[in-house]
C-alpha cells in the first residue's frame, strides 16, 4: 500500500512540476531580449504558446505572396492541418506593377484587409514604415519562432526571404562539346566562346549577383568582357530555355536553376544539363512582412514560421521547383549548393540589387536600366 501511495505521490509532483515548467516566467535572457526590443519600439513575444494562444482568438490571416498558385494551395491545406483554428486565404502577387499596387493601397490606408504582404528590391524603403515592428530576428534567436536567423532582414529584424533563387549555366549537349562546357566563368571569355556561342539575359540578375563574392569593379569588368564575346541577347529565361531544348540556341549563362529543372523534366532526350559555375549567384526571393495595420498579427506570426518550416519548404521544392531557401537544411537548392562557393546578395545587399543591374547593363553598352 505504500509502494502504491509513493507513485501516485511521485506522479502528483511530475503532473506538478510539468504544469510549473509550462507556466514559468521567461529567463533573464529572454526578459533582456524582450526589454531592448521594445526600448527600440519592437513588439518581443516570450512564449510560442502565446502566440499560438492570441492566434486563435485571432482566428484567421490573408497573406500576399510570390508563389505559384499550386504552391500556395498546397501550402495552405498543410498550414490548416497544423492550425485548424485558422482560417487561412493567399493570393499570387507577382511583378512589380502588382508590388506598386498594393504599395499605394498600404500608403492610403485602404489595404487592411491584408496581414502580410510581399516584398520586393525595387519598393523595399518604402513599404517598410508601413510594417509591423514584430521583432522577428530576436524571438527566433531566443527559439520562440523557429526560423533559420539569415532568412531575417538582420538590420530592420521583421522581413523573412522564404525562397532562394540559383543562377546556372544551362546547355544542350547536342550542340556544346564537352571541352566547351564552361567549368568557371573565366571560361565563358574562351576565344571558342565569341560570336552567339550563348545566350545572355539583357535583366542581369546573374551577373549583378556576383557583387557579393567579387565586389562591383570586377563584376563590371567581367560584363564588358561578355559584352566583348557577341552573345545572343535575349529576355526571358523559360524561352531561352525552350530555344535550347529545341536546339536553336546552344548554351545560356546564368539561367534560373529552378527553370532549368523544369526544362529538364520536359526534354525528352535529356539533352538540356547544366553547370553550376563558383561562386554560385544566389539571390533571397519570396520575402514577407507583418502590415502594421494587420487584424490578426499572432497568426501572421505563425503563418511566417510555418513557410520557414521543413515541411512548407519540401512542398516549394515540389511544386514551385527548386527554389526553396538555402538556408534550409535539406532543401533542394541547400543540397545543390552545399560544399560551393557562393555569392549571396543577402539582406545587407538587398536594397542595392537593383541598383547593380542597372551598372551591369551599361558596362553591357545598354542605355541604364529604368
Sequence with gaps: MYFFKAVGLAFLLAVWAVDEASTAAPSPNLLKAKQEAEAKGFTFITSHDEVVAKAK??????????????????????????YPFIDIDGQESSGTDAARRVLLEVQ???????????MIPEYYSEYTPYLSKVDLLGMAGHGVLQIPLPMIDQKDRNIIAFDTQLHVT??????????LVPKSWEELLRPELRGRKFAVDVRPQDIAALVP??????????ARKIAAQQPIWVRGIVRTLASIMAGEIPMMMGANFGNVKGAQRKDPIGAVQYVILEPAPVRLANAQAIL???????????????????????????????????????????????????????????????????KVVEAYGFPKAK
Excluded at 502594421?292 to 515541411?311: C, I, K, N, R, V
Excluded at 521547383?321 to 533542394?332: D, N
Aim: glycine residues 6%.
Design 213 to 222: 563574392a567579387w565586389g562591383l569593379e570586377k563584376t563590371l569588368d567581367f
Design 170 to 179: 544551362a546547355y544542350n549537349t547536342k550542340l556544346v562539346p564537352a571541352n
Design 57 to 82: 482568438k485571432e482566428g484567421k490571416i490573408r497573406f500576399l505572396a510570390s508563389m505559384d498558385p499550386a504552391n500556395i494551395k498546397a501550402t495552405i491545406a498543410a498550414f490548416r492541418k497544423k
Design 108 to 118: 492610403s490606408g485602404k489595404s487592411k484587409e491584408w496581414d502580410v504582404v510581399r
Design 292 to 358: 502594421a495595420t494587420s487584424q490578426h498579427p499572432h497568426a501572421a506570426l505563425l503563418w511566417l514560421e510555418w513557410m520557414a518550416g521543413p515541411e512548407a519548404q519540401k512542398i516549394t521544392d515540389e511544386t514551385e521547383p527548386f527554389t526553396s531557401s538555402v538556408y534550409v537544411r535539406g532543401s533542394a537548392v541547400e543540397q545543390e549548393t552545399r560544399g560551393r562557393k557562393l555569392s549571396v546578395v543577402g539582406w545587407e545587399h538587398y536594397h542595392l540589387e537593383e541598383q547593380w543591374r542597372g
